[in-house]
């Protein structure tokens, strides 16, 4: 068995035919927000961000779709930030499920393929194990957690999306990573085998087999936008990265999923399909605020502060060129 935060629990795995048989949202705008790692700055921002677009008349779905938390091991920011994510609607990320109901040597449950640094992988544990410590002293926020559905169907306009943490049949998979869809040269990562990329069969298998038009995203960290000719129509997969950390070299903005019948005002990148408009949005927030928060939790030192600090301030060496696949365009 591989070694804890490099495996994936049974229980994070779901066909893609379980979109068929769910309840179905309906939103004009729906907000996808993944990766918010306990960022309250970030949080704020999406919030007025809800807020300016339904002064306008139209209204905002918030879907979290897991890993809101990672950060927040203060009192303050853990409660700020679940007792705000569990009024809206949000899915299970392999935080959440491994903070609230944790399994026996699976970790933090990131299911990290073999690219990533073992120190890395090591930090994570160290991380959760923190979270789990913070989250016995919330058993009212536990059970919210673990009460979370791991996967979201939601109707926009005519089209189907379906919400996942990781990928189409895996709650960590890395089937939707930037390294791993078809056409960009990597180590692979596919959710079958973490030496296989993701092949254009696996990704037709999955909208085929779901009956969804767009796969939205978060769980790998990095942000992509690609999309899929399938049977003679579009179909999307966008993964927005990181709402609540920088995903391109020098910026200090997060990246959230905006799918609405609405053109955005703020787009970074996107793609209109059959009057749907599918588009990456920075969340900008106040980082020093941020930064302040941040380092009281994870001074030099300590895990967080060795995996992700240099991040934070500088982003990752990813471009956003990098993210924008197919017919995708950028809008800057």
């Excluded at 779905?61 to 303050?76: C, K, M």
């Excluded at 890395?174 to 078809?182: G, K, R, V």
């Excluded at 997969?237 to 995903?247: L, R």
Aim: net charge negative; proline share 6%; hydrophobic share 35%.
């Amino acid at each position: 068995m591989p070694p804890a935060g490099r495996n994936c629990s049974l229980r994070y795995r779901y066909s893609p035919s379980v979109f068929c048989e769910i309840p179905e949202y309906q939103a004009e705008t729906l907000y996808v927000i993944g990766g918010l790692y306990g960022n309250h700055e970030a949080l704020k921002s999406i919030l007025k961000m809800k807020a300016d677009e339904e002064q306008q008349g139209r209204p905002v779905l918030l879907v979290f779709n897991g890993d809101f938390n990672w950060f927040n091991v203060d009192h303050e920011t853990f409660e700020q930030i679940n007792y705000e994510v569990l009024r809206h609607s949000a899915i299970q990320g392999n935080v959440e499920m491994e903070m609230a109901d944790p399994s026996e040597d699976t970790g933090c449950g990131c299911n990290y393929p073999e690219w990533v640094a073992e120190g890395i992988v090591e930090r994570s544990n160290q991380i959760i194990q923190q979270l789990q410590s913070r989250a016995e002293d919330y058993p009212e926020i536990s059970i919210g957690l673990r009460n979370l559905p791991r996967y979201l169907r939601v109707k926009v306009g005519d089209h189907v999306i379906g919400i996942v943490h990781g990928d189409a049949q895996s709650l960590a998979g890395w089937a939707f990573a930037a390294e791993c869809l078809p056409g960009e040269t990597s180590s692979g990562c596919g959710t079958s085998s973490p030496s296989v990329p993701t092949s254009y069969e696996q990704i037709t298998r999955y909208f085929i087999e779901s009956g969804v038009r767009v796969f939205a995203s978060t769980h790998t960290c990095l942000p992509v936008a690609q999309d899929f000719q399938i049977n003679g129509r579009s179909h999307v997969i966008i993964n927005n990265g990181s709402a609540g950390m920088p995903n391109f070299a020098n910026t200090a903005f997060g990246v959230i999923t905006r799918i609405s019948i609405h053109v955005s005002n703020s787009s970074l990148y996107g793609l209109k399909m059959d009057g749907v408009y599918c588009d990456a949005v920075p969340v900008h927030f106040n980082r020093n605020q941020w930064v302040t928060s941040f380092l009281q939790n994870w001074p030099e030192g300590s895990p967080g502060h060795q995996s992700y600090f240099n991040r934070i301030i500088h982003g990752p060496t990813f471009q956003m060129p990098q993210a924008i696949r197919g017919n995708f365009r950028n809008h800057l």
